[in-house]
């Protein structure tokens, strides 16, 4: 006899119902989604999706925060150097946008912000915030070292890198692949970097 598959528990189809709302943004945007496409991506009816959420656009606030925590998880300790960590974070940040295409529309694009639900729209600035702290603090280090080149302005700075980051979280040809990708970032850090200086 062929083995039953367990039942998922509510935190566990919540958060498989989150991934598919991901999913679903990704491939066909905000605007395609309704209960039917998200029941069918999970395999389950229409009904059962609102056993879980009391409607879509909780669906939507709850695969914000599955979103935000890849984000928050993708952010580099502390422990590298300033320039390291920057760095690090391009190359992450990329890596994570690339593999889950909802993020694109939830960090790269203003619709995000006109389409979520209040809650879903504090929680993306949280991790906006978070992302800009971020950077604000590895470069005000590298300056305070003496690792920025002379007359740049870290705040100025913060701008390029996460300008970067969305410009090769969105590149989809060939020659933007890693190759590609490695060029670029090498190039950023070179222009934040005083002549001379380690990473």
Same mark, same amino acid.
């Given at each position: 006899?062929?083995? +039953?598959?367990?039942?998922? +528990? *509510?935190?566990?189809?919540?958060?498989? !119902?989150?991934?598919?709302? @991901?999913?679903?943004?990704?491939?066909?945007?905000?605007?395609?989604? *309704?209960?039917?496409? $998200?029941?069918?991506?999970?395999?389950? +009816?229409?009904?059962?999706?609102?056993?879980?959420? %009391?409607?879509?656009?909780?669906?939507?606030?709850? /695969?914000?925060?599955?979103?935000?925590?890849?984000?928050?998880?993708?952010?580099?300790?502390?422990? /590298?150097?300033?320039?390291?960590? !920057?760095?690090? @974070?391009?190359?992450?940040?990329?890596?994570?946008?690339?593999?889950?295409?909802?993020? %694109?529309?939830?960090?790269?694009?203003?619709?995000?912000?006109?389409?979520?639900?209040?809650?879903?729209?504090?929680? @993306?600035?949280?991790? $906006?915030?978070?992302?800009?702290?971020?950077?604000?603090? /590895?470069?005000?280090? /590298?300056?305070?070292?003496?690792?920025?080149?002379?007359?740049?302005?870290?705040?100025? @700075?913060?701008?390029?890198?996460?300008? =970067?980051?969305?410009?090769? %979280?969105?590149?989809?040809?060939?020659?933007?692949? %890693?190759?590609?990708? =490695?060029?670029?970032?090498?190039?950023?850090?070179?222009?934040?970097?005083?002549?001379? +200086?380690?990473?």
């Amino acid at each position: 006899m062929p083995k +039953t598959q367990a039942r998922r +528990t *509510t935190e566990e189809r919540r958060e498989e !119902i989150a991934r598919a709302v @991901l999913e679903l943004i990704g491939e066909r945007g905000a605007g395609a989604l *309704t209960a039917a496409r $998200i029941a069918e991506r999970v395999g389950v +009816t229409s009904g059962a999706l609102f056993r879980h959420f %009391a409607s879509v656009e909780d669906m939507l606030v709850a /695969a914000v925060e599955q979103a935000a925590g890849l984000v928050e998880a993708s952010l580099p300790t502390a422990e /590298a150097a300033p320039l390291e960590r !920057i760095e690090a @974070l391009v190359h992450s940040r990329v890596d994570l946008v690339r593999a889950h295409p909802g993020l %694109a529309w939830m960090l790269l694009s203003d619709q995000s912000f006109l389409a979520l639900p209040e809650p879903g729209v504090r929680r @993306l600035s949280q991790v $906006i915030e978070a992302t800009r702290s971020f950077l604000d603090a /590895a470069l005000e280090e /590298a300056a305070s070292r003496g690792q920025l080149a002379a007359g740049l302005d870290p705040a100025a @700075l913060r701008v390029i890198c996460i300008g =970067t980051i969305h410009a090769l %979280a969105r590149g989809s040809q060939p020659r933007e692949g %890693a190759h590609g990708r =490695t060029a670029v970032v090498s190039a950023l850090i070179q222009l934040l970097k005083q002549p001379d +200086t380690k990473p």
